[in-house]
């Protein structure tokens, strides 16, 4: 049972006007007394040898001591620093930042969508979509400009490495049936986010329950709907203020694929309506069901989403074939060397929501139009195919261009190419490594594959670069020691860089000899993918009639 006084003691600790808040995860004292107000996360497992966590508790109570040597030198009066411990703000700082470099290093590019749209104070429940693993919560964590404490399954507080962030950043345990846990804990749970969003904070939760590839999202769960709308009765305060909850999209180009590309998308927040309570401090029923539903479309509206996996396909194919077409039409009319601006992932997301919902109007009443299509994009697929080109491969260039591009990718392999040698040598065993933990470890499972890169490649790359700069120093001395350890990333890094920009020459050089030796197939190519956008917009005609 949720009580006044059950709320209040989770929300808070220390008495008065100004009050302390209390992160919802153990304590320990750090350096301080009784009282004091400076707390320290304990990493601590239950077995007191495990030397793993003892380390890395050292090592963040040495960062927030330097912290607090640099803030007390800057004159910051002691009153003002016993809201919360500095020794686990520098490790929440600390950690972030490596989440924010683990992202940046395996998506090429992160676009961010009405960010605008994001509380910054207040009570907030961020509700998520979940198509890819533990990568998922990272970008809720770094983009909400806030400090933001996640439900996470219980499992994961106990996995070897994950512990440590799932502790670090204040996540709440989610206890369930399907993981040998006692659904009855997960009340002590709900009171305790009940507790953070009464005192202005943000939670996040991912409402579908479970990480998956499916087309379209899964029925949500009530919880988000049920913490909202207790923590804005007024049953519990006249002066409680009503919780936004913001729906989050997140949609990735190639999700399993290192250095692909990924989108948020932050959705238009829903204010929760205030209902009263009833004995047991529950929300009634069909107001949870209600706002459950309100969540879902308001969710359903940043993802994209298909009633099948076949329709999904199409649209991806499709919208591939129509982008190309956009580009040759630019080109052509322009007469120019410049290549048009790739559209964001935010405007090809759109467009293939467009597409799918189109099929999904059009297949049955318009079945023969509609089989006429998909049989033209099989046909030009094939054939492109066939030659060695990818269906939305740029087929138009002038020679200027080719010239420039070739001088521009000379001078990046004289510059790049010793370090990522260098590069090279150190990492390839480790990069295979990983990559076959990667499809070892998912079995096949598509949303796991991006964790297990991420996760053991931060792991097992740092290891790398660790022995070798441990060897250095044996074989050597401690400054070789420290060139290879600086070495290590830098050379990678460069490696990284030559082998995406000969992938993009080597590629588009195929193309260019390709076509200068058949410039009817350049022809058929530019032609065909005008016939396919045509068929595509006399269908989209269709729709019209229907629509009024």
């Known amino acids: 049972m949720i009580s006044e006084q059950s709320v209040a003691r989770d929300a808070f600790s220390g008495a008065g006007d100004a009050p302390t808040w209390r992160p919802p995860v153990p304590l320990v004292w750090a350096g301080a007394e009784p009282g004091s107000g400076h707390y320290c996360l304990s990493l601590t497992t239950r077995r007191s040898h495990d030397w793993g966590a003892r380390g890395w508790n050292a090592a963040f109570t040495l960062l927030g001591a330097s912290a607090e040597r640099i803030v007390t030198r800057t004159g910051v009066p002691p009153s003002q620093r016993t809201v919360s411990s500095l020794h686990c703000r520098t490790m929440r700082v600390v950690l972030l930042a490596l989440c924010r470099l683990l992202l940046r290093i395996f998506f090429r590019r992160i676009e961010v969508v009405g960010k605008e749209n994001l509380p910054s104070r207040g009570p907030v429940v961020f509700i998520l979509n979940h198509p890819n693993g533990l990568l998922d919560p990272l970008f809720i964590l770094c983009m909400a400009g806030r400090p933001v404490s996640l439900l996470a399954k219980e499992p994961l507080f106990r996995t070897f490495f994950v512990s440590y962030f799932v502790k670090a950043f204040e996540c709440l345990p989610v206890y369930r049936k399907s993981d040998g846990a006692d659904p009855a804990k997960n009340r002590a749970v709900v009171e305790r986010a009940i507790a953070l969003l009464r005192a202005g904070n943000a939670i996040a939760l991912f409402p579908e329950g479970t990480s998956h590839s499916d087309p379209m999202l899964k029925p949500l769960k009530p919880g988000a709907a049920r913490m909202a709308l207790s923590a804005s009765s007024a049953s519990l305060g006249e002066d409680v203020e009503p919780v936004h909850v913001v ?28 209902v009263a309570l009833d004995d047991q401090f529950n929300p009634p029923r069909d107001a949870v069901a209600a706002l459950t539903e309100r969540l879902a479309q308001a969710l359903n509206g940043v993802t994209l989403n298909a009633d099948s996996t076949e329709a999904l396909l199409l649209a991806q194919r499709a919208e591939r074939i129509l982008r190309a077409a956009e580009e040759d039409d630019v080109l052509l009319s322009r007469g120019t060397a410049v290549p048009p601006k790739s559209p964001s992932l935010w405007e090809r997301k759109q467009l293939r929501q467009r597409l799918v919902d189109g099929y999904a109007s059009l297949r049955d009443v318009h079945s023969e139009s509609v089989g006429a299509l998909v049989h033209r994009i099989d046909s030009y697929e094939t054939r492109v195919a066939d030659v060695g080109l990818r269906p939305e491969q740029r087929v138009l260039f002038r020679a200027g261009e080719v010239v420039l591009a070739s001088i521009a990718a000379f001078v990046t392999v004289i510059v790049l190419l010793p370090a990522a040698i260098v590069g090279f040598v150190m990492n390839a065993a480790t990069y295979l490594i990983v990559d076959w933990l990667a499809f070892t470890v998912a079995k096949g499972e598509e949303d796991i594959v991006a964790t297990v890169k991420a996760a053991g490649g931060l792991l097992l790359f740092a290891v790398t670069w660790l022995l070798f700069a441990v060897v250095g120093w044996l074989v050597g001395s401690v400054g070789i020691g420290l060139g290879l350890l600086v070495a290590g990333p830098t050379c990678a890094y460069c490696a990284l860089v030559l082998r995406e920009r000969f992938s993009h020459v080597f590629t588009q050089s195929y193309a260019v000899w390709l076509l200068l030796l058949r410039p009817r197939l350049r022809r058929w190519v530019v032609d065909e993918r005008r016939g396919i956008r045509e068929d595509v917009l006399t269908l989209e005609s269709l729709l019209e009639p229907q629509a009024e």
């Not at 729906?247 to 929760?272: C, E, W």
């Open 247 to 274: 729906p989050i999209g997140l949609y990735y180009s190639r999700k399993s694929r290192f250095r692909s590309r990924a989108l948020i998308n932050f959705g238009v927040p829903l204010l929760t309506p205030r």
